[in-house]
């Protein structure tokens, strides 16, 4: 049972363009949910988080979204830079400090 | 800030041998460190929830004596893979929670274990 689900695995955005990363969960016990970066044979790096108390929440060039009626969260990462490219993870707890990790989706921004 | 480590990077082992893995937050103090496996193209799957002073807690499926955790103090925690086959060969990845200040984990490198 796969509750936090990214249906995209791969994502091409061209250099200067938007990214935008989508996730869905089905537990509405989250509470508290988190995008992560991912290279290969890396531990992922934290990016951005966002509470269920807010529906926005931005950081530079990343904002993430929440939608609680329709538990979806997106990552938008505006312009995208060829730094940018990595596997990015989303993942969410509901208050235990536990994280559910979704599959990733890996980004590549074309120069 | 928030700098965890992992040592070490890669290990290749024996089968049947035991191999340590150590997870230090080095500039915060943490009650709680996470360890997770990771396979290939798949998603990161918390193995247990190690707490300092006490015993892990176990996510269902993982067998806690083959995977020893110990939390010895609130800046490092170990997983030992005891009597390791092929079939554990995986990235291992830890993570802390900081003490105070925060509810977001700060994950380590990660270590790749191969058993032959």
């Known amino acids: 049972d796969q509750q936090v689900k990214q249906n995209s695995p791969s994502l091409s955005v061209q250099e200067g363009r938007i990214s935008i990363l989508n996730c869905d969960y089905t537990n509405s016990m989250f509470d508290y949910f988190l995008w992560y970066k991912k290279y290969p044979a890396e531990g992922p790096t934290f990016l951005i988080s966002i509470s269920s108390i807010k529906d926005k929440n931005e950081d530079g060039r990343f904002t993430v979204f929440l939608n609680k009626s329709a538990k979806h969260l997106s990552l938008h990462i505006v312009p995208s830079q060829p730094g940018d490219s990595a596997v990015y993870f989303c993942?969410?707890?509901?208050?235990?400090?536990?994280?559910?990790f979704g599959t990733g989706t890996r980004l590549k921004v074309l120069a | 800030g928030a700098v965890v480590s992992q040592h070490p990077s890669w290990v290749i082992c024996k089968s049947g041998t035991s191999v340590k893995i150590e997870c230090r937050s080095l500039?915060?103090?943490?009650?709680?460190m996470f360890w997770y496996r990771q396979f290939p193209k798949q998603s990161l799957m918390l193995m247990a929830t190690s707490n300092e002073g006490s015993k892990a807690t176990y996510e269902q499926g993982v067998e806690k004596d083959k995977f020893l955790i110990n939390h010895a103090s609130l800046t490092l925690s170990t997983l030992t893979v005891t009597s390791a086959h092929p079939e554990d060969s995986s990235f291992y990845i830890c993570s802390a929670l900081p003490l105070v200040g925060t509810d977001t984990q700060y994950f380590g490198p990660g270590t790749r274990l191969t058993v032959l």
């Open positions: 500039d915060f103090q943490a009650t709680t």
């Open positions: 993942a969410a707890s509901s208050g235990t400090y536990k994280y559910i």
